[in-house]
């Protein structure tokens, strides 16, 4: 008798792929290939209207493992509240930010670039001042593509672009979403979280139309999952229903770890390079990478 056959005798079949939080079965993704060349960038934006998701913290661990794996990454604070800035112990306070960029031919790209502590990601920082420039863009022509032409000066330079947006669907936002080949959406797995989703594609959907027709989803990332509880379970299985394989299947899941990193100024991949979140990082840079939303 056959090993199918003696299972099948007694009720049983062999056991199926172990499933991962999204109910996909498991996998590593496989270490890209390094680059020949660099540029042009391909332009991401984080968002999602809702604050304290994850935005600025995955902007700047996907940044810092990007560049782990050979990628010349640039990160744009544009949130006036500066956290991807303080998060990565840059200067924000007399130099140039990309509030200058915006409303400021006589200032370069590289005037406002500063380096990091991790190789191969800079970053242009923010500082409150920003919160004042979409009263001052309301009146301009265009208004909704002045960061794609700052970023436009400076793409050549690098692989990746990735923008931290403000919890916000005003024009800033508007303006990065016009500026971008790609938007990943960093979602809390708690129910608040869930219901401005739709409202975000949604306005992702009329920039497509009527701004940028070249921007996609390049997936829904769930932040701060407790496998422990039923309530981060269930919200991740809604998420999953509702999008497909729009959900990333690399999951973050919440640790204190992350603000010890932030206090810190550096990436949790150097502040804590062994750590399980660290690892979820570099599987998401992975994972962006085997998707072709990364080169």
Request: hydrophobic content about 40%; glycine content about 8%.
């Amino acid at each position: 008798m056959t090993q199918h056959q003696q299972d099948s005798a007694v009720g049983t079949t062999s056991p199926g792929p172990e499933l991962g939080p999204t109910g996909r079965p498991s996998r590593e993704f496989p270490d890209p290939a390094a680059l020949a060349s660099h540029g042009p960038a391909r332009i991401i934006a984080l968002c999602n209207q809702k604050g304290g998701v994850g935005k600025t913290t995955t902007t700047i661990n996907l940044g810092a493992t990007l560049a782990e794996y050979g990628r010349r990454v640039l990160a744009i604070d544009f949130d006036p509240q500066g956290a991807l800035s303080a998060g990565l112990g840059v200067q924000t306070h007399d130099v140039p930010t990309i509030y200058d960029l915006l409303l400021s031919r006589q200032f370069e790209p590289k005037d406002a670039i500063q380096r990091t502590s991790v190789e191969g990601l800079d970053v242009i920082p923010a500082n409150i001042d920003l919160s004042a420039a979409e009263v001052h863009l309301v009146t301009e022509v265009a208004r909704e593509q002045i960061l794609a032409g700052v970023l436009r000066r400076v793409s050549a330079d690098y692989d990746v672009i990735l923008i931290d947006c403000q919890p916000s669907l005003g024009l800033l936002t508007v303006n990065a979403l016009t500026a971008s080949h790609g938007v990943i959406i960093p979602l809390e797995c708690e129910f608040f979280a869930l219901r401005g989703v739709a409202l975000l594609i949604e306005t992702i959907d009329k920039v497509r139309d009527r701004l940028n027709p070249a921007i996609e989803l390049d997936g829904i990332l769930a932040t701060m999952y407790d496998a422990r509880t039923l309530h981060s379970r269930e919200v991740l299985e809604r998420v999953v229903d509702a999008f497909g394989d729009k959900v990333l299947e690399t999951v973050i899941t919440r640790t204190v770890k992350f603000p010890d990193a932030t206090v810190a100024a550096t990436p949790i991949t150097e502040f804590a390079p062994e750590h399980q979140a660290s690892k979820a990082y570099r599987q998401l840079a992975r994972e962006l990478v085997f998707r072709g939303a990364v080169a």
